[in-house]
């Protein structure tokens, strides 16, 4: 039995990705294999198309850093077949074969089941983008009420950006939304912003403590900003750090620290424990459910169009979709 994939090879310093049938190898124990149903294009897949980024570790490698299915095959205790299931990071697409592939052979313990509450389709419209989102969002509220919170999300038209605006409106927060330019203002309240400001104006240079402004930031960003935020943090309150697309470095005293207690968490989203995982997505379909997440995929495309829809970047808010049948 053949399983064709979408496979990435180096060659003469270019990345090749072309469709091969991979064979069919026989489980180890503790392995499931999977039938995937739904995939992602994600920042990180478009980084993997650009050897420069070492993204990727190895080649050839199946890029597709989450994916959900069911189980075609099992040899685990843990899972028996038909179980609907999805991975998230773990390396997956990076390091080991990932989820542009007609099924992909996992690991027992990196394997999740989809939570009553939510569809195949609805946890890769989350995905890891939404599960930063929601582990940005949980490191925010620590464990209190949002409701009426001035909270500031960075990122723009983003994938973690767009669902932690729409997670911090249906929380109840204030939300305020930073983007490079103001033509995506409309998309931007239409998720649930209630204010868009420009990007630019979180790098104009603070004093070492300014004025208290908000109750939180999800910052996708990263890059000098981050180190002005830190100065308008209200006390006691979290700043959320998972993305440097802004830049990797940032200035900043201790002063913010000392003076009025605020936190700088890091968010990784890759190598969270399933346990963690596991209970943002239950909240994610029961009292975080979304009933928007149609509006974070700007398009969805059939796995055998998926070659060109990755060589050729979609403009627009969101992500893509992928379909497997």
């Known amino acids: 039995m053949k399983n064709k994939a979408l496979i990435l090879n180096l060659k003469d310093e270019k990345i090749i990705a072309e469709y091969e049938n991979m064979a069919w190898k026989p489980l180890e124990k503790g392995e499931v294999r999977v039938k995937t149903a739904f995939s992602g294009i994600n920042f990180k897949d478009r980084l993997a198309l650009i050897p420069e980024s070492r993204v990727i570790r190895k080649y050839p490698m199946v890029p597709g850093i989450d994916f959900s299915g069911y189980v075609e095959e099992s040899n685990s205790s ?41 569809t195949l389709k609805e946890v890769m ?65 239409s998720i649930g912003a209630d204010e868009v400001i420009l990007f630019e104006t979180l790098l104009e240079k603070r004093k070492p403590l300014s004025k208290e402004r908000w109750d939180g930031v999800v910052d996708a960003t990263g890059g ?32 913010p620290f000392i003076l009025r207690g605020i936190r700088l968490q890091g968010i990784d989203s890759v190598y969270a424990t399933k346990e963690k995982k596991m209970s943002l997505f239950n909240r994610m379909a029961r009292e975080w459910k979304l009933s928007n997440l149609d509006s974070v995929i700007c398009k969805e495309v059939e796995f055998e169009n998926l070659k060109e829809e990755l060589l050729h970047e979609t403009q627009g808010n969101g992500r893509v979709l992928v379909i497997f049948r």
Not at 83 to 109: A, C, M, P
Not at 228 to 255: D, M, P
């Open 78 to 118: 843990q899972f028996n077949q038909g179980d609907q299931v999805f991975v998230t990071g773990l390396g997956y697409g990076t390091d080991r074969f990932g989820g542009f592939s007609e099924y992909v052979t996992v690991k027992e313990n990196d394997l999740c089941t989809v939570p009553d509450g939510l």
């Open 125 to 189: 419209q989350i995905g890891t983008a939404g599960f930063t989102a929601a582990l940005s969002v949980d490191a925010v509220a620590s464990d209190e009420s949002l409701k009426g919170k001035e909270i500031l999300v960075t990122g723009g038209t983003g994938g973690v950006s767009s669902h932690a605006v729409m997670l911090l409106s249906k929380l109840g927060a204030s939300v305020t939304a930073a983007t490079r330019t103001l033509e995506h203002a409309a998309y931007l309240k």
């Open 224 to 255: 000098e900003a981050t180190g002005n935020l830190l100065t308008e943090i209200r006390y006691g309150k979290t700043v959320a750090v998972s993305g440097n697309l802004s830049g990797a470095k940032f200035s900043a005293t201790v002063f």
